[in-house]
């Protein structure tokens, strides 16, 4: 598969959970890890966006490239019937 096979798959794979909840683990560099769970809210044609659930009252979101899922630097995992999923696992 190309890069933009891969990339597109990815998409397509994040397309179909758009409204799940989803656990997100983010390399930030520099040791800093973020760790949260929030809802995939939308996805564009180079970005997806997450809508975090925090305590705090404003809303935050938050955006990533499909290309950080694939390098890794972005992992997310769905809750589903067959238990936890990686999303791009399999690329």
């Given amino acids: 598969m190309t890069g933009k096979e891969v990339l597109a798959t990815i998409r397509e794979d994040l397309e179909s959970r758009v409204g799940q909840k989803v656990r997100l683990r983010a390399n930030r ?15 564009y044609p180079n970005i997806f966006v997450i809508r975090l659930e925090e305590q705090k009252s404003p809303e935050r979101r938050i955006s990533f490239s499909y290309t950080d899922v694939l390098t890794n630097t972005v992992e997310l995992m769905v809750e589903g019937e067959s238990g936890i999923k990686k999303l791009g696992a399999k690329h």
């Fill in 29 to 43: 560099g520099r040791k800093k890890i973020l760790e949260r769970t929030g809802i995939l809210e939308k996805t």
